[in-house]
């Protein structure tokens, strides 16, 4: 693997910007300044791995953020990156990166990520490490476009965090800062020589977060951003020789919060007025529980739902001829009565202050067992380098969560429904719609890097070597509710002790392996041209095991004669069994019936058989039952060969010019833990295209830009389905979609002191394919070879705004083309300017930075509608810098987001509400669409203090 960067430097060495890089993740380069002035952008020979090269010559599209850079700007969380970044853009709550459209989209782990990641040339899962500070990391590096040479194949490209390295000298600092909500942090750092050869480097943090950006009304409990987390790091450098050279880190983190990944990060803006008893799209597992809201229809709870649902069943009612006996056509009961934690908490807090939300438990995530050890050995032959990387890391992650969505945002403890006494030992039921959602993710990895590389002058120039990785994960995920007692006997199957809703498991692991080679040839000072192959070989298997427990309304409005058949000629025998039997109406067990179905929303696909016929693709074993709970192998294998070519024309010393090629992939996932009819997916593909044009004009000036095409095959996407009433999630291969777009960097001084930096990138994604098919006698539509015909859970009868059914159904859900939607995640414009300047003083130096940033809209799914839509949004934040003499002590204070604009990570997740009174409700659904939304942090201010102990 081979890395090159390009630093600029100004305001007297207080700024550093990189530009360029090949391949992987690298962490040994060192930089020699050609010039240090303070005045001019400065192109720095870089000497990477016993190679000198000029990095405004290094044909890709990458940014590079350093230490210093980022000191001055206020580059210290993964948001201000993404702001400078082009094309780049990230999720807090899941921790994905996209680039140029291309990302992971699923927590599920099988899913692998398309951006890789590397902390020192070590592959880890995600780039989380990115908001470190300046202290731990030295630089940071977005590559963009397929990575073939070294580490883990990816297809979006490559993301680097590179540790600042051990001193020979003695070095040793501690900073502290102080905020608003309640934050304040110490880090600290010690360097120095304990031996001839042998450096070594201690350093840690303590960062701690108060208040969150969120109040619950409810518990008064803050959440977002309530961040109490600890981190110890050990390096250490040996150089017995000038042959030879051992690298070695090991790092310890935890954090037990209430802000951190998975943590409350946004806001449903949905009302509570819902009208219906069910509602599959309030949480995960609604489909199968009761609508936690539903309560407010009560006579005591929000007069609005009560009036509506009232309204509703009276005119169902009305329109029977009269005398009707039909207890049944009264759509949902009327609660007789709701009890509330707090008492006047009738209406949405988020739908009028999105900091504001209601809930009965918070959310809490845990990270424990955090810990990594990794390292780089190097030995220098005479003609080329043998290095050797690898290291292992792993992490337990604990996320609980008070349900998942709008029925998380409630006041209601508990609800009563009707009830006629007349069976012995019966009562009123009761619904307790305490929800609680329990994420687990257990996780280790090693991974493993050999690389062989030329050193010498020779215009030919080669690198070949092996790659390894292994990985094992457990990631459990449990909707229960712990006061419900009917879900801890279903009726006729096992019991329940936990009180499952829902019980989703797999157990798995992950082998890759590749090989991978690159060579260049340099004709002359102009021309230039390089190739690289790499084989990959990917191997997936594991067990998943699910469970699934029903206690909804179709259940609970089931004629009583169904359970007790000594009704049957009485009265009674047409009431619904939560008016006859209450309390004593049992929970049931679906798992058989809903395993192993497809249900509706992806091509009308047949459903593989799960205990008989053949086996879906990536499924080893037939399902089977144990103590209710189904369960079965999964495994699948594959490989591919990949690679790429370039071609660099060098006109002058200041202008590269290059076009390149590269095929990324990645091997295919799992939707795992479900148990469903078709778990797997196949590989994807991306073709990519790009020309790049670089300049330096003198050293006022440099430029980066690119142009690109992507072409992209069997793009792995998760989209919900409609499965017996229960809202899933299953994989699909989009056949083909598009990425075509342009970037550009700059850094300009126009005069002494002032630097300006610029990035822009435009990218315009899309689905190419479309749905086609026939209709066949029931009104449904069977679909194509190689189309996408796809359901809105959302929206079942592609009625909503923006919807495209294909025309001629007639079936109540209706299957739709998104051919023209952007892919998730991908803006189409992206902007930042920043505006530094330098004051020279006598005790010092004063560095004053102001920035501006630009998002366009982003959708959450495939669909473009506007209940996954994010706005467009825009940043401005300010940073002043005072740097003592002899660089001895630092002072900087910052405002981020000065304007407190409401600003969007992703796009936007869309919800359903079933029955909503107040707003307009299309007469074939019967939802209406909100929106969940995820936030960067509001107005953020505050001071820190550096101070160098020698």
């Not at 977005?142 to 390295?165: C, K, L, Y």
């Not at 509608?865 to 467009?872: C, G, L, T, V, W």
Request: overall charge negative.
């Amino acid at each position: 693997m081979y890395k090159h960067l390009l630093l600029l430097t100004c305001a007297a060495g207080a700024l550093g910007i990189s530009a360029g890089a090949a391949s992987a993740a690298t962490a040994t380069a060192s930089a020699s300044a050609t010039d240090q002035s303070a005045t001019n952008v400065t192109e720095i020979v870089v000497t990477a791995e016993k190679r000198e090269q000029s990095l405004q010559r290094v044909p890709v599209a990458v940014s590079v953020f350093t230490g210093a850079q980022r000191d001055v700007i206020g580059i210290n969380t993964v948001a201000d990156v993404t702001n400078f970044a082009p094309g780049f853009t990230y999720d807090p709550a899941t921790v994905h990166a996209y680039i140029r459209g291309v990302g992971r989209q699923s927590v599920n782990v099988t899913d692998d990520q398309r951006v890789a990641n590397y902390e020192d040339e070590f592959y880890v899962y995600s780039p989380y490490g990115l908001d470190k500070s300046s202290l731990f990391l030295e630089r940071e590096q977005i590559e963009r476009g397929p990575q073939n040479v070294g580490g883990r194949n990816a297809a979006a490209g490559s993301i680097d965090m590179i540790s600042v390295r051990p001193t020979e000298q003695p070095y040793a600092e501690l900073r502290a800062e102080v905020a608003n909500f309640g934050a304040w942090n110490i880090e600290g750092a010690v360097s120095g020589e304990v031996a001839p050869g042998l450096t070594m480097r201690l350093s840690g943090f303590d960062h701690n977060q108060d208040q969150g950006y969120f109040k619950n009304v409810v518990t008064g409990l803050d959440e977002g951003n309530v961040i109490h987390e600890w981190y110890v790091e050990g390096q250490a450098d040996w150089k017995p020789s000038d042959k030879f050279e051992l690298w070695a880190r090991t790092f310890f983190e935890t954090w037990s919060n209430r802000g951190d990944a998975g943590s409350r990060v946004g806001y449903y803006n949905g009302s509570w007025d819902e009208t219906a008893l069910t509602d599959g799209n309030a949480y995960v597992g609604g489909g199968l529980f009761i609508n936690p809201n539903f309560g407010y229809a009560a006579p005591n709870g929000n007069p609005t739902a009560n009036a509506a649902l009232i309204a509703h069943n009276n005119a169902v009612l009305a329109g029977l001829p009269a005398g009707t006996f039909c207890p049944l056509c009264a759509v949902d009961p009327v609660p007789t009565s709701v009890s509330l934690v707090k008492p006047g908490i009738l209406k949405n807090p988020s739908a009028i202050n999105h900091n504001n939300f209601a809930a009965l438990e918070p959310r809490r995530v845990q990270l424990n067992n955090y810990d990594d050890f990794n390292w780089i050995a190097t030995y220098h032959a005479s003609t080329f380098d043998i290095k050797y990387t690898g290291g292992v890391q792993g992490y337990n992650y604990y996320l609980n969560d008070p349900g998942d969505g709008p029925g998380e945002n409630s006041d209601v403890a508990s609800y009563t429904l009707p009830f006629v006494a007349a069976i012995p030992g019966a009562s009123a039921l009761t619904i307790f719609p305490q929800v609680q959602a329990n994420y687990v993710e257990d996780d280790i990895w090693t991974a493993h890097d050999l690389t062989f590389q030329s050193t010498t002058d020779s215009p030919f120039q080669w690198t070949f070597g092996g790659f390894f990785f292994y990985q094992h994960y457990n990631q459990p995920y449990t909707v229960f509710d712990p006061n419900q007692p009917q879900l801890a006997h279903p009726a006729g199957a096992a019991a329940n002790p936990n009180n499952y809703i829902l019980y989703l498991d797999y157990n798995f692991n992950v082998q890759s392996m590749a090989g991978y080679g690159a060579a260049s040839y340099k004709f002359n000072d102009q021309w230039k041209i390089s190739g690289n192959l790499r084989y990959n070989y990917d191997d997936k298997w594991g067990t998943e095991t699910a469970r699934y427990l029903f206690f909804g309304s179709s259940l609970l409005e089931t004629p009583s004669i169904a359970f007790v058949p000594g009704l049957a000629g009485t009265p009674l025998a047409g009431l619904p069994a939560y008016m006859t039997l209450g309390n004593l109406t049992p929970s049931l067990d679906i798992t058989n019936s809903l395993i192993c179905s497809t249900g509706t929303g992806i091509n009308n696909a047949a459903s593989p058989s799960c205990t008989s016929g053949p086996l879906a693709l990536g499924v080893k074993s037939k399902a089977v039952f144990i103590n209710g709970y189904a369960q079965r192998q999964l495994a699948i294998q594959s490989n591919a060969l990949t690679g790429g070519a370039e071609i660099e024309w060098t006109p002058t010393s200041e202008i590269l010019a290059y076009a390149r090629y590269g095929r990324g992939y990645e091997s295919p996932s799992f939707n795992a833990g479900q148990v469903i009819a078709s778990p797997a997916v196949h590989s994807e593909y991306l073709n990519a295209y790009e020309m790049g044009y670089k300049q330096s004009f003198g050293k006022a000036l440099l430029i980066n830009a690119a142009v690109y095409y992507y072409d992209y095959e069997g793009l792995q996407v998760p989209l919900s389905i409609n499965n017996g009433g229960v809202t899933q999630a299953l994989f699909v291969n989009v056949p083909k979609s598009e990425s075509v777009g342009f970037e550009f960097e700059g850094y300009w001084t126009p005069i002494k002191d002032l630097l300006v930096t610029l990035s822009y990138s435009y990218d315009h994604t899309s689905v190419l394919t479309g749905c086609s098919g026939t209709i066949n006698a029931a009104g449904g539509l069977v679909a194509g070879p190689n189309t996408l015909c796809i359901e809105d859970t959302n929206d079942p009868a592609a009625v909503q705004p923006g919807a495209a059914p294909f025309p001629g159904q007639t079936t109540a859900v209706k299957l739709q083309s998104v051919k023209g939607n952007p892919l998730p995640d991908a803006p189409a414009n992206k902007f930042a300017i920043d505006i530094a300047y330098t004051w020279h003083f006598d005790p010092g130096d004063l560095v004053l930075s102001g920035s501006y940033a630009f998002r366009d809209t982003q959708n959450g799914t495939l669909f473009d509608r506007f209940y996954d839509k994010a706005p467009s949004w825009s940043d401005l934040d300010f940073r002043a810098l005072w740097k003592g003499p002899k660089d001895k002590y630092e002072v900087i204070a910052f405002v981020k987001n000065a304007l407190d604009v409401q600003q969007y990570t992703v796009g936007a997740g869309g919800a359903g509400l079933a029955g909503s009174a107040t707003a307009v409700t299309p007469a074939a659904t019967g939802f209406n669409e909100i929106n969940a939304y995820e936030l960067n942090p509001p107005r953020t201010y505050g001071l820190e203090f550096r101070y160098k102990f020698f």
